[in-house]
């Protein structure tokens, strides 16, 4: 076994439920295995070691008042014992795992070669004990029950230190547990504050409850932990303990919320039978006239009515990047489809020009906050983009207003003036070439020129610019270009949302 922690990995803790009894230990690991075996996970079988000799105070040892000290010493096993459950253990396929509760322990794991080390919550934050586990070339697994969010931090940052392999379980330490003391929502918060952590869930719920592992999976968690035992009627069950029937149960409903899960980390691919059935209840798109073969098809030119003909487009396909062109003469009221229409999507160029924008901010290291607007302006169409355009991300508009005016390389935005508004322009990357009222000057980072109201202005970056523009009280209609074909252009501008990722 390589030394992970494999996922999903459902974690069967023995505790003492071998009573004591290695013949008993040995035919609990056997039933649990032949349940394991059905099921498509991996699993572990979990010891606990103390060194008795040592871990009891000698005046408390032999003392039947002390509810631990009376179990510890009646399950007691020898050290061949443990040997021969840890082989059954193997025999039977599982994961092996003990937790120890002092440092002796830990020598008896490496000397054993289990496969993990678990940290009791008791003994999360047992320093001189955490010191001994982390010598171990182990990974581990460490309860959480009753530590305040400073000792978590403390641990979780010990063992990254470390460069250990390991994971942390979100765990109540109620035997059993209540259902209003889960607090489930526990393991978003722990996966927010140790992103790249392993976060799992120790159960102690009622046994017989397989709810909770079905919330716990659509919570993220691929590990698990429970206490498991075999009864029989010399040997009963604690309250918190599964019998194999309980855990096949426990893992059945663990199998059925990953099928509900299903995939979550892509978006995912179409379902076929999914889109026949929402594109039946969708509108088609319907000749308002006859148009003829060769005809650019408008707004003013088509109805959408249901229901959709086989095959024709729909309204889900008619957006303002989305050019109709007739291919073929079609007839009033007859379905515009593609075999008498072409259809050309530009939407994917608004994504291109978005993502030249980011990467030339990143390059030039201009952070820009998350859910600034920002505006392409294509002003004689985004065919000619490239030649002329720019792109303006609002920063704040107020009674003054900030924009970055990003312009890529080579291009030209055009002359253009405004009635209102006087602006600043803060050149903070590239060489621009600006032109007022027709007379041209350029202007590097660090140059500041201030343009009046009515001052025409328009600029070329050929390797590309950012301009930081501070300015009164941006009107959308207060831009005023000298070329009245960009004036009659009233699709000259599309508006997103910038994102930093």
Not at 148 to 155: A, H, P, Q, T
Not at 352 to 371: C, Y
Not at 405 to 414: A, D, T
Not at 419 to 429: L, R
Request: proline residues 5%.
């Amino acid at each position: 076994m390589s030394a992970t922690i494999p996922t999903p990995l459902f974690v069967l803790e023995m505790a003492n439920n071998h009573m004591g009894d290695v013949q008993h230990g040995l035919d609990l690991i056997h039933a649990f295995g032949k349940v394991c075996k059905d099921f498509p996970f991996n699993f572990a079988l979990k010891l606990q070691y103390r060194d008795l000799g040592t871990f009891i105070h000698p005046a408390a040892k032999g003392r039947d008042d002390l509810k631990y000290v009376k179990r510890f010493e009646e399950t007691r096993l020898s050290r061949p014992e443990f040997d021969r459950l840890v082989a059954a253990m193997r025999e039977q396929g599982f994961i092996t795992m003990a937790t120890p509760f002092d440092e002796p322990s830990v020598d008896l794991i490496d000397e054993q070669d289990l496969d993990i080390i678990k940290i009791a919550s008791c003994s999360f934050t047992d320093w001189p004990l955490l010191e001994r586990i982390v010598l171990s070339d182990k990974p581990i697994v460490a309860s959480t029950a009753g530590a305040r969010l400073e000792e978590i931090d403390r641990v979780v940052s010990f063992f990254a230190h470390r460069h250990k392999e390991f994971a942390i379980l979100h765990c109540v330490g109620e035997y059993p547990t209540p259902d209003d003391h889960m607090h489930l929502s526990q393991m978003d918060f722990l996966r927010a504050r140790y992103p790249g952590v392993r976060i799992g869930f120790s159960t102690h719920e009622q046994p017989d409850n397989i709810d909770i592992v079905k919330l716990a999976i659509a919570k993220g968690a691929t590990l698990f932990e429970k206490h498991v035992g075999l009864p029989t009627d010399t040997y009963t069950l604690n309250a918190y303990s599964a019998n194999p029937e309980q855990v096949r149960a426990w893992l059945q409903a663990a199998q059925q919320a990953w099928i509900l899960c299903g995939t979550g980390d892509a978006r995912l691919p179409a379902n076929p039978q999914e889109i026949s059935s929402l594109r039946s209840l969708q509108r088609g798109i319907f000749a308002r006239r006859a148009i003829a073969a060769g005809e650019t098809i408008s707004s003013e030119d088509v109805y959408f009515a249901f229901p959709p003909q086989h095959n024709q487009f729909t309204a889900n396909n008619w957006f303002k990047y989305a050019d109709f062109t007739a291919t073929a003469d079609i007839a009033r009221d007859e379905a515009v489809a593609p075999s008498n229409t072409n259809c050309v999507d530009r939407r994917a160029r608004i994504w291109d020009i978005a993502r030249q924008v980011k990467e030339l901010l990143s390059r030039t290291q201009i952070v820009v906050p998350g859910g600034a607007d920002l505006e392409v302006s294509h002003h004689y169409g985004l065919d000619r983009f490239d030649e002329v355009g720019l792109v303006i991300i609002t920063v704040i508009n107020r009674g003054y207003c900030k924009k970055l005016l990003v312009s890529l390389p080579g291009q030209i935005h055009p002359e253009q003036y405004h009635e209102k508004k006087e602006e600043t322009f803060h050149i903070i990357y590239g060489e621009v070439m600006l032109e007022l009222n027709g007379v041209g000057r350029l202007y590097r980072p660090g140059d500041v020129v201030t343009i009046e109201p009515g001052v025409r202005h328009a600029f070329k970056a050929e390797s590309g610019a950012v301009i930081e523009e501070i300015s009164t009280t941006h009107d959308k209609n207060d831009s005023f270009y000298t070329d009245p074909a960009i004036m009659a252009n009233k699709q000259r501008k599309t508006l997103l949302t910038y994102w930093m990722d």
